[in-house]
């Protein structure tokens, strides 16, 4: 890999880590190797070379790599006369992360609708004067865009599924 795309690779390391320690409540080294193994994609990072990119111990490194695979965001494949482990990005770890993010905006969409209904049946009473009636278009813009992210993450759902089988 040439040496720009090595240091990229290494801040986006650092980057995604961080984040996924806010995002996931992962420990630091934890956050770093699942940032890790999500960059190197398909080809799968080698027990090795998490311990030499991250600059960790092997028995952080292991800890850490045993309990993602206990929350199921990661998992390993062998190759025919290697004994090293290949660990991967679990897809069903996508598939949940995308299911959560679905119901959590439609929880948020049926909220908006109610608020949005209220707001409407606030603007249609006889006694409410032009200058108090409420005005709609952040809650009608709000719910089109969450129901065009709904569906934009469940068309991407459909293809990781798709690609799983």
């Known amino acids: 890999m040439e040496k720009e795309l090595i240091v990229k690779k290494n801040q986006l390391v650092e980057k995604l880590g961080v984040h996924f320690e806010h995002s996931e409540q992962l420990a630091p080294v934890a956050a770093r190797i699942l940032a890790f193994i999500i960059l190197t994609g398909k080809v799968g990072a080698t027990f090795e070379d998490l311990v030499s990119n ?22 390993y494949f062998t190759k025919m006369g290697d004994r090293k ?4 990005i679990n897809a069903d770890t996508l598939v949940q992360h995308v299911n959560d993010m679905v119901s959590k905006w439609e929880l948020e969409k049926e909220l908006h609708e ?21 005005d709609l278009t952040y809650h009608e813009n709000y719910i089109n865009y969450l129901n065009l992210a709904m569906t934009s993450m469940l068309e991407l759902k459909s293809k990781v599924v798709a690609m799983k089988s």
């Open 54 to 75: 991250l600059c960790a111990s092997k028995s952080t490194i292991s800890t850490h790599l045993n309990h993602l695979q206990d929350l199921n965001k990661i998992s």
């Open 85 to 88: 482990k290949y660990f991967i």
């Open 114 to 134: 109610e608020v949005a209904d209220y707001k409407t049946q606030i603007n249609n009473l006889e006694s409410t004067t032009s200058e108090l009636k409420f």
